[in-house]
């Protein structure tokens, strides 16, 4: 990848977007090489997998990656890079390494550099990590059957909702008062942790041939797909990389996004919205700065 500044799909690309592309794709490198090692399965996913196929790499107006596996896999991903990983500078930021992590999947983080959305004030003064990272997400077996799935992952919402509104206060009185009933009995940490436990146990009497994303968006009907759409996968070019993608790829995009091949006039960014990226910059030097600081942050960079 050329650092210089260019034109892509009618969106400029600046060098310091390139600059948060390439930490990003370090990371891929790393995950794609214990996978081969250790035998896992994963694939691109959502935007990630737009990218490989459109563009063979970025969307030009994106930052992230978006990485999925299979439960089975990603369980074992998550115990073999918590040993591969404790070293440093690379970082796996999952509910075991990190308390009162709420999300329902994992990111590698590299801890050398700096990425700030507007919550993250809350998590920089909470101590948590945050590098620039990578998403890696499990997906899991659901019931085939809407009604019953729908009703399933009601239980997952509201309680990724309220380990959310624990963690970023809410400004809605009615959100904050959920809040402090449910949390008088029972610990954000345990919550996170049996919403991992309903996210990975649909109940299985019988045999399901659908998965889903459920720790991550519960009820979130695009990303619901025939299991077979990932029984396979094959190599892509990604950059100057290859990634794994589903053999059934545009089933899978069709799917979640329609027309994928069409570019959209509105290049709004990244799922994450707006961003403050540092690839020089360690995160923890930014500890003490106050919140009118950080949000100055955002006003002085932009990709």
């Avoid at 996978?35 to 563009?55: D, E, P, V």
């Avoid at 990111?107 to 948590?128: A, H, M, P, W």
Wanted: charged share 30%; aromatic share 14%.
């Amino acid at each position: 990848m050329q650092l210089k500044e260019e034109v892509l799909c009618n969106f400029k690309v600046s060098v310091q977007r390139k600059k948060v592309w390439q930490k990003e794709l370090e990371m891929v490198r790393l995950f794609v090489d214990l996978c081969k090692r250790h035998h896992l399965k994963y694939f691109a996913a959502s935007g990630t997998l737009i990218g490989a196929i459109r563009h063979k790499g970025f969307i030009p107006w994106d930052d992230d990656i978006d990485l999925m596996m299979p439960r089975e896999d990603y369980e074992r991903f998550i115990e073999i890079a918590k040993e591969e990983l404790k070293d440093g500078p690379f970082f796996l930021q999952h509910y075991t390494t990190e308390k009162n992590y709420p999300n329902g999947h994992a990111q590698i983080r590299n801890s050398l550099t700096t990425c700030f959305i507007k919550e993250s004030y809350v998590d920089l003064k909470n101590g948590k990590n945050c590098g620039i990272f990578i998403d890696i997400f499990p997906y899991d077996l659901v019931y085939d059957d809407f009604k019953k799935r729908k009703k399933y992952c009601k239980k997952i919402k509201l309680l990724k909702a309220l380990a959310l509104w624990r963690v970023y206060t809410p400004k809605s009185l009615i959100r904050k008062r959920a809040v402090q009933f449910y949390f008088c009995f029972h610990s954000l940490q345990k919550t996170i942790v049996k919403i991992d436990h309903l996210s990975k146990s649909f109940p299985k009497k019988e045999a399901q041939k659908t998965v889903a994303l459920p720790s991550f968006m519960p009820g979130y009907e695009k990303e619901v797909w025939p299991k077979e759409w990932f029984d396979d996968a094959i190599e892509h070019p990604f950059e100057d990389i290859y990634i794994a993608i589903p053999v059934q790829y545009d089933e899978v995009l069709r799917k979640e996004y329609g027309d994928y091949m069409a570019i959209p006039e509105d290049k709004g960014g990244a799922m994450h919205g707006q961003c403050y990226f540092n690839c020089e910059v360690p995160y923890e030097q930014y500890k003490n700065i106050s919140k009118e600081e950080f949000d100055q942050l955002f006003l002085t960079n932009q990709l």
